[in-house]
């Protein structure tokens, strides 16, 4: 059972775009992070939201935790190429993290 | 780079097999994770090592199992290798049980044929 639900799955854009992607689940989760992973690589954590209705910023990324702390979204404004990857979402309880499937972008030049 | 080695990068093994994998944890952390990430899929949470104790079990069969040692280092050992075992296998450190925080190897890529 897949208890983070991310969306979309694949999302293909030209550079200077802008993105949304989102994670949802049913579950409440004591905090959310988000992880960007590169082929060949482990995830290395963005950003960890704590706080329902947080709001995160680092550089052109923008992360949100939903009031109910059950969903998350991260925004991307004018998209690079070094955006490339694949974007987990992880829901902490306890010792443990529930990941989502995750969202593969890709940045066209 | 977050000073959380894996060895070895690529293993291939045959079914039924035994396999080992190592994990050094980053510098000061005392709690190490280990997940399994099958192609297309997020990372999943096999067991946690916490004081050379497991702290914490996911959802997998008892052919996996692990040791922490006292520098905090770690081991996952597979018994009776399955082809389903194929799959991306990636160590956590972590500053303490509690702290999700994790940090990342590079990961293991596993092979069973």
């Known amino acids: 059972t897949q208890l983070l639900e991310q969306s979309p799955q694949f999302l293909s854009i030209q550079e200077g775009e802008n993105l949304t992607v989102y994670c949802n689940s049913s579950s409440v989760f004591s905090s959310l992070q988000w992880y960007r992973q590169e082929p060949g690589e482990g995830p290395v954590l963005l950003v960890t939201?704590?706080?329902?209705?947080e709001v995160k910023k680092l550089k052109r990324l923008t992360f949100q935790f939903g009031d109910a702390r059950k969903d998350s979204s991260l925004h991307i404004t004018a998209a690079q190429p070094g955006d490339t990857g694949l974007y987990l979402c992880?829901?902490?309880?306890?010792?443990?993290?529930?990941f989502g499937k995750g969202t593969k972008l890709s940045v066209i030049p | 780079e977050t000073g959380v080695t894996q060895s070895p990068t690529h293993l291939i093994k045959t079914r039924g097999q035994q396999v080992t994998l190592r994990c050094s944890s980053q510098s000061g952390h005392n709690t190490v994770s280990w997940y399994q990430q099958a192609l297309g899929q997020g990372p999943q949470f096999i067991f946690q090592y916490y004081r050379e104790e497991e702290n914490g079990r996911g959802n997998f069969p008892p052919r996996f199992s692990g040791l922490q040692f006292p520098n905090y280092s770690s081991e996952l050992n597979v018994n009776a290798l399955e082809l389903d075992d194929s799959a991306l296998y990636l160590c956590?450190?972590?500053?303490?049980?509690?702290?999700?925080?994790?940090?990342f190897g590079q990961g293991t890529r596993l092979t069973v044929v």
């Open positions: 992880a829901g902490a309880r306890s010792y443990q993290l529930t």
């Open positions: 956590a450190s972590s500053l303490e049980p509690t702290n999700t925080e994790a940090f």
């Open positions: 939201v704590v706080t329902g209705g």
